[in-house]
């Protein structure tokens, strides 16, 4: 998928992560801040590259502001972003490239 | 074939709002028989589609420990409801609850679109349960049509806020204003052998008024209640859990009787008290809830 423009999903607040997605043209640059970056920073970083992987995104910037989120949260907010950024929320495949 | 868990246990069905995570990831540490993952009023207009990918994520990762994952969709007059179901069937979701229920046809609509996402994600025909809210007077008067609607119905369930807005009241915390439609869909519920829910009781401040409905609608024959705080679950389970005085005498009930039968007697005393057939089954039910909720191991 492209991401055609720039959309926000999540929160700040606690166990939740604040995802935005910009279009992007050399790759994916991911930038992570987390109250548990010593702990969990990689964890965060493999979660977020794998799903934006898994639905095809091979170029945006990723910003990531994560106060604690579980790895199903993390999924569901950079799903969420991406879509958003296509302007898509209806018919989605559920299981498939979301799963 | 009637789904095996159409009458499980539901004393407490306690609301989570899908678009906050913190709520969503560990409420069965909690021990309510039922959560309600909501897609609908607690979830803002313009957060729909995360609170959509949060519940998938949940239902599909989350271990929630045997409690029943119950989602409630947004109702049939938004644009929401048909992805909703799509997602809920996807997650593997036990039951979903139909927000504003008027009529039977209003569940045979969400029927349909249940069949078709149980084919589309190839899950068992059958296997996604439904259950109505009742949310206004029409929905009220419509309770019994409603509850023989579909054999995946395992009940109805009052929305008391939204009720009283439609009767043109409000809600007093007498109950004075909820009596007549508790009453009519108590006995529409048992009418069609399908389980009957109280609304929430929003006043976390008064845990004393709280215990007193609770005990009301036992008394008139609910099921449980919808809930709306993780501290209301130990006094509803503690209300709908049969005592050990009550838990020993169904037991007796149940025996004299078929002791009885045996030998020809039709009308004997246990305890002091006069017992014939007629109290059979409510003994057995009593036993039946005390298995359910762990406090009965016997037999019968």
């Known amino acids: 998928m492209e991401i055609k423009k720039t959309a926000v999903a999540g929160t700040l607040e606690s166990s939740d992560a604040q995802v935005t997605v910009e279009p992007g043209s050399d790759g994916i640059e991911l930038l992570v801040e987390s109250s548990v970056i010593h702990q969990y920073g990689r964890r965060i970083r493999e979660v977020v590259l794998e799903t934006l992987e898994r639905l095809g995104v091979k170029n945006a910037r990723v910003a990531v502001l994560d106060k604690g989120a579980l790895d199903c949260t993390l999924k569901a907010r950079v799903e969420c972003a991406v879509y958003r950024s296509n302007g898509m929320n209806e018919n989605l495949p559920w299981g498939g490239v979301i799963r | ?300």
């Open chain 2, 1 to 300: 074939m009637i789904h095996p868990n159409k009458k499980r246990l539901r004393r407490s069905m306690m609301f989570l709002n899908c678009q906050k995570p913190g709520l969503i990831k560990d409420p069965y540490i909690y021990g309510p028989d039922s959560i309600m993952l909501d897609l609908e009023d607690a979830v803002a207009e313009n957060q729909k589609d995360a609170a959509r990918f949060s519940l998938f994520h949940a239902l599909k990762e989350i271990d929630y420990h045997g409690v029943e994952r119950v989602v409630r969709i947004n109702g049939l007059d938004t644009p929401h409801w048909k992805e909703d179901i799509r997602v809920c069937v996807a997650g593997g979701a036990d039951t979903i609850r139909i927000a504003k229920t008027e009529s039977a046809a209003d569940v045979r609509t969400v029927e349909e679109d249940v069949l078709a996402a149980e084919r589309e994600f190839s899950r068992p025909e059958g296997s996604t349960l439904l259950m109505a809210a009742l949310e206004s007077c029409l929905g009220v008067l419509n309770a019994l049509e409603i509850c023989r609607s579909s054999e995946r119905l395992i009940g109805i369930a009052l929305s008391g806020g939204d009720y009283t807005k439609d009767l043109q009241t409000t809600i007093t915390g007498t109950g004075d204003e909820l009596m007549g439609a508790r009453q009519h869909m108590i006995m529409a519920a048992r009418a069609a052998k399908v389980q009957c829910w109280d609304t929430v009781f929003t006043n976390l401040d008064d845990m004393e008024g709280f215990a007193e409905e609770t005990r009301l609608i036992k008394r008139m024959g609910f099921d449980g209640k919808s809930l709306v705080n993780p501290r209301q679950i130990a006094v509803v389970h503690e209300i709908f859990t049969p005592s050990e005085k009550e838990v020993i005498f169904a037991e007796k009930v149940v025996r004299e009787i078929d002791e009885k039968k045996a030998r020809g007697i039709g009308v004997f005393t246990v305890d002091g008290k006069m017992i014939d057939i007629a109290f059979y089954d409510g003994a057995k039910r009593t036993l039946a809830m005390a298995k359910a909720a762990g406090r009965y191991k016997g037999d019968l």
